[in-house]
């Protein structure tokens, strides 16, 4: 587990595609949690501030009391945060824009939700995954401005740009193929940098989780070319 930032009150890790932040009747069968691990590793107790799906990767922040967790969240729930993901889409993507559409939670509950993207690179191989000879892909840059469950895996389905490896809101087609092409069966989304003010120095503290895993591979299987060369 790769700490990206620590200090008495916070810890901030870059977590692994695949992996719960605490237990969940969603798999009971699971076994490896980040805050047990986390809290293993350092010897304290620490407690989350956001969410961050099971199959997304990237920049998570952990408090290390209680009461810097209650400052957090309220941060994230007021917007005073800044996230940025990237995502590897099908398709090319338009250079940027900007989606709002509300979206449903899993209680039913229908809410605005906004989401603003940029395409960093567009990129093109030659291998068929339908009735085209080539297949196409965009490695995007997205910014959420609310902070809805699956919103943006929701938002670039909607654009008819889903992530790769998505399920259940991306494409059965393209995810069979990456898992028939590259065996990858992981979802491209990772959550590359959040930006808040700390609750204790008040000074603007920016956290960035570098890519990895297979995230990184898929750069290189699809020939994107702005992290090797520095571009982002």
Not at 37 to 56: A, E, F, N
Not at 88 to 107: F, K, L, M, Q, V
Request: proline letters at 4%; aromatic letters at 10%; one cysteine or more.
């Amino acid at each position: 587990m790769q700490v990206l930032f620590e200090d008495d009150d916070i810890i901030a890790i870059n977590k692994p595609n695949g992996m719960f932040v605490h237990r969940t009747a969603l798999d009971p069968l699971a076994t490896e949690f980040v805050i047990q691990i986390v809290r293993d590793m350092i010897g304290h107790w620490v407690y989350p501030v956001h969410r961050l799906d099971r199959k997304t990767s990237g920049v998570l922040i952990l408090a290390k009391n209680q009461e810097i967790q209650s400052i957090l969240n309220e941060y994230f729930r007021d917007r005073e945060v800044d996230k940025v993901y990237y995502a590897i889409a099908r398709g090319y993507t338009e250079d940027e824009g900007s989606i709002d559409y509300a979206i449903e939670n899993d209680r039913g509950k229908v809410q605005e939700a906004l989401t603003h993207y940029k395409t960093i690179e567009r990129a093109e191989i030659n291998i068929s995954s339908g009735k085209f000879p080539t297949s196409r892909y965009s490695l995007v840059e997205v910014k959420p401005e609310t902070g809805r469950q699956h919103q943006i895996r929701k938002h670039l389905s909607h654009i008819f740009h889903p992530i790769v490896g998505d399920r259940p809101h991306g494409c059965n087609k393209q995810n069979r193929f990456f898992l028939e092409h590259f065996n990858m069966g992981s979802m491209m989304l990772h959550a590359a940098s959040i930006s808040f003010e700390h609750p204790v120095s008040k000074e603007i503290t920016k956290v960035d989780a570098p890519i990895f895993g297979e995230f990184e591979r898929m750069i290189n299987e699809l020939g994107f070319q702005s992290f090797s060369s520095g571009k982002i």
